[in-house]
């Protein structure tokens, strides 16, 4: 769904399996360019020494959120 661009009803209704084993053939020979680019990046961050900062302390955010939310009246 995602290398072709199109939501999950349309993938559902409108390609059937014949369809999607061509496309995916096709996208494995001539990759979309948003994979291109995300691999791409990755080596890139790979090869710089950068880390994913995804996996940050969810307490802290925790602490923001409630010392931002104290500073509305009406909230907290």
Not at 31 to 54: K, N, T, W, Y
């Amino acid at each position: 769904m995602l290398t072709i661009g199109k939501d999950y009803d349309y993938v559902r209704n409108e390609l059937d399996f014949p369809r999607v084993k061509v496309l995916n053939a096709y996208n494995k020979q001539c990759p979309p360019s948003h994979v291109g680019i995300q691999r791409l990046c990755r080596i890139l961050e790979a090869f710089m020494g950068i880390e994913d900062s995804s996996g940050s302390d969810g307490s802290q955010n925790e602490d923001d959120l409630f010392a931002d939310l104290q500073n509305f009246p009406h909230g907290g």
